[in-house]
């Protein structure tokens, strides 16, 4: 179809590994969005890219996470040195500029 | 930075009742869009609203935007327990593209 996807949509990890996340936007979206959604919670902003423009990387919790975005299509987040707390719901969202946000169906990350 | 609150937290009601979420932002907002995420599933695009005191209605659903543009409320007539799930009000402000979702209202509906 042409909606958002990503992978893996389950990933389970040990401590202090490495994961990486994939996010696949609909093709001509120029905003994409990544958030965590911790069980029963609502949505923790992580980062935001729009276009060219440097991303905005306020919501990140520390740095063990990044994400990058190539080519203005996909993005993929990095979260080195996972932590239990890190365990989560990542949903990645994008948008045409600013409006109506298109969510992907999430990874479910648990690290043991 | 802007902060987009929302109440209650939780609501659990009859079938049949009625049931009201309401968002209110620190800042003034550009517009306001709704999303319901069901259980197990991801946040799916309901409305936006855009003008100072506009009302938009799709069926048992009503929304509003404050006069202010600083507030909406969603308000379900007759729930169904196929409104069960959270809903999540989320606010542009008049700077930015990057939306700032509330922490939703979780609603439980039992027949």
């Known amino acids: 179809g042409a909606g958002v996807s990503q992978s893996p949509s389950n990933k389970v990890t040990e401590k202090g590994k490495d994961v990486e996340l994939r996010c696949d936007p609909i093709s001509g979206h120029t905003a994409l969005y990544w958030y965590r959604q911790s069980l029963g919670q609502g949505l923790e902003f992580l980062i935001y890219?729009?276009?060219?423009?440097?991303?905005?990387k306020s919501g990140l919790p520390s740095d063990r996470f990044s994400a990058e975005r190539t080519g203005g299509s996909v993005s993929t987040l990095t979260i080195q040195r996972t932590q239990q707390e890190d365990s989560a719901v990542y949903l990645c969202?994008?948008?045409?500029?600013?409006?109506?946000?298109?969510f992907g169906p999430g990874t479910r990350l648990l690290v043991l | 930075g802007q902060q987009v609150m929302q109440i209650p937290q939780y609501q659990h009601v009859q079938e049949g009742e009625d049931f009201t979420t309401y968002c209110n932002s620190s800042t003034t907002l550009s517009n306001i869009q709704w999303y319901k995420q069901r259980p197990g599933g991801h946040p799916v695009f309901l409305i936006q609203l855009v003008k100072s005191g506009e009302v938009k209605k799709q069926k048992r659903l009503t929304f509003q935007f404050g006069e202010a543009k600083k507030n909406s409320s969603l308000h379900i007539t007759a729930t169904q327990t196929t409104d069960v799930g959270t809903y999540f009000c989320a606010g542009h402000s008049n700077s930015g593209y990057a939306l700032n979702f509330g922490k939703g209202t979780s609603l439980l509906v039992t027949p």
């Open positions: 890219f729009q276009g060219n423009s440097a991303p905005d």
């Open positions: 969202a994008s948008s045409w500029g600013g409006e109506t946000q298109y």
